[in-house]
């Protein structure tokens, strides 16, 4: 019994003297200063930076806490990456991050988190001006939250880095971040089971890029006045949720071989070009999305073919559904179709429903699509004959989209509560 003690005695002693030898060091602004706590820290110890500028670049490769409380600059003086990450559970916190280098190479960043870097917290700093702001390049269960990231405005902006690039990182989340200018908001290539939610996202070409990433979330985020909102390619199993697109030049949501996704409550409002644009994306599911305002309210292309589209609402595009095709494609299921602001329905039995289903397309529209020459015959008394047999005869057209049970009211899914005065 009393070997069994001492042995307990000892392995309790074992594993508290990490945590007792762990304390909090400040670190003054001085020439040197950060460089020598970093390598002088111990596991577990937390480095307060006093208020001022610290040199970097540094490296972190043990599990040790770096905070600047708000007040503490970070400047790599144009080489590297501010921080690079190597050790496992680091945490990097309320420090303003400027100065990194310029390679595209090196991906040179406010924070760079090595394959090594598992369970790294990045959390509430201010990374500026570098040319990628977070670099997680395959650092596992890594978290990335509630940072402003500001990237360059002195290139072109296809030059520019990413505010946060994932790669390879199955478990990574990004969380309530605040990215502006660089390139892409987010873009993700080759990870799996990742969660990017509640970021805000402005003046980049896209808000989210997403390459062969499967199984991952896109939530709650909001994109104002981006090139394009969420785009999601070649891809399967994604959900893009509860998400906001406003005044987005090109789209507010692109599909490019997208396969068997969720895009549910999302709100799409002033796209110049297209609410939502799919390219050969098939068997998803569009569910209480709210499209608005769009030159286009949903365009498909190239195949996109059994894809469920139930319960959403179109309001105001000047084209509602572009879809070429020789077969009817039904838009409800179970007596429930979508809300089409166009459409001057009626509802004798008040059930909600509309009592005659609704095509949004005809042949001329097929016509124009396919030969944009047909359009100087517009206002031609032949065209406008044939329209009127179509809409009296219906049996006379062509096929594609066909709604059998309209919705008489739309529903604003919950995200238009986010953007009420649009960004």
């Not at 208020?51 to 409380?69: E, K, M, N, S």
């Not at 596992?140 to 390879?168: A, F, L, P």
């Not at 070009?273 to 068997?283: G, I, P, Q, S, V």
């Not at 195949?303 to 838009?331: A, D, H, L, M, P």
Request: net charge neutral; charged share 20%; glycine share 10%.
């Amino acid at each position: 019994m009393q070997i069994a003690r001492l042995l307990l005695t000892v392995l309790f002693t074992a594993l508290a003297a990490p945590l007792a030898s762990a304390a909090e060091r400040i670190v003054p602004a001085e020439d040197g200063a950060l460089a020598n706590a970093i390598a002088g820290a111990a596991p577990g110890d937390v480095l307060i930076l006093a208020p001022g500028r610290h040199a970097g670049p540094v490296v972190l490769d043990r599990p040790i806490t770096l905070d600047g409380r708000g007040k503490a600059v970070i400047d790599a003086g144009g080489t590297g990456s501010v921080i690079t990450v190597t050790g496992e559970d680091i945490i990097v916190r309320g420090l303003e991050l400027v100065g990194s280098g310029s390679s595209h190479e090196t991906i040179d960043s406010g924070v760079q988190l090595t394959k090594t870097a598992r369970r790294a917290i990045v959390e509430n700093n201010r990374i500026l001006g570098n040319l990628y702001g977070v670099d997680i390049h395959g650092a596992k269960d890594s978290i990335v939250r509630g940072n402003t990231i500001e990237g360059r405005q002195d290139r072109h902006m296809n030059s520019r880095g990413n505010g946060v690039y994932v790669w390879n990182a199955p478990g990574a989340q990004v969380l309530n971040n605040d990215i502006r200018f660089g390139r892409d908001g987010i873009f993700v290539n080759t990870s799996k089971k990742n969660l990017f939610k509640g970021n805000l996202f402005r003046d980049l070409r896209f808000a989210v890029h997403y390459m062969y990433a499967d199984r991952s979330e896109v939530s709650e985020n909001v994109s104002i006045g981006n090139h394009l909102g969420y785009a999601v390619m070649f891809t399967t199993h994604v959900k893009v949720l509860n998400n906001v697109s406003i005044n987005d030049r090109d789209h507010g949501v692109m599909l490019n071989y997208a396969n068997e996704s969720e895009f549910v409550g999302n709100y799409v409002k002033n796209a110049a070009d297209r609410c939502t644009f799919l390219y050969n994306a098939n068997k998803n599911t569009f569910t209480d999305n709210w499209f608005e305002g769009c030159d286009i309210g949903i365009h498909f292309t190239a195949g996109s073919e059994r894809n469920r589209i139930v319960g959403n609402s179109f309001i105001g595009n000047r084209t509602q559904v572009k879809y070429v095709s020789t077969k009817w494609v039904e838009w409800s299921e179970d007596g429930r179709g979508n809300y089409w602001s166009d459409f001057a329905a009626f509802d004798v039995d008040g059930d909600g429903i509309a009592d005659a289903p609704y095509r949004p397309n005809d042949s001329m529209d097929h016509v124009l699509w396919t030969q944009p020459a047909a359009k100087l015959l517009l206002g031609s008394p032949a065209v406008q004959l044939v329209r009127w047999s179509q809409s009296a005869f219906p049996a006379l057209l062509p096929g594609g989209v066909i709604d059998s049970n309209p919705l008489m009211r739309p529903v604003k899914p919950a995200a238009s509560e986010k953007v009420p005065y649009d960004g």
